[in-house]
């Protein structure tokens, strides 16, 4: 049974917004099914970070983190496995890379095939 403090933690949650950009930004549109993300660590959304994720059948498909360290932004390929390239950039083309990664993710495989020749 969860504590008393979780439970309070998940009310606490489920009033506020599951993501808030930064200051000053319009998040990109994503393709129908995928969405922004501020993820939960602990009892709190983590508001330095934003992931692009789409609800699947018995779960989530993650995309692309962008994460605010001080004044940069990095992006990430994927939300799981190792960290191998995540490049820190402007806030915007952070961002636009991600949508861009989700937009390309959603297209059809005979698409992505026929622009790879």
Known sequence: MPSRAAHLAALRRS??????PPEGVV???LPRGWSWLNPVRGHDFVR???VV???VPGGSQTGPVVR??????TLTPKAC???PHAQSMHCLDAFNAAAVW???ADAPASVQDSENS
């Open 15 to 20: 009033k506020e917004p599951s993501v808030i």
């Open 27 to 29: 998040l990109p549109a």
């Open 48 to 50: 330095d970070e934003w």
């Open 53 to 55: 994720i789409r609800a």
């Open 68 to 73: 605010r360290e001080g004044a940069a932004y």
């Open 81 to 83: 496995g190792p960290v």
């Open 102 to 104: 989700a937009h390309d």
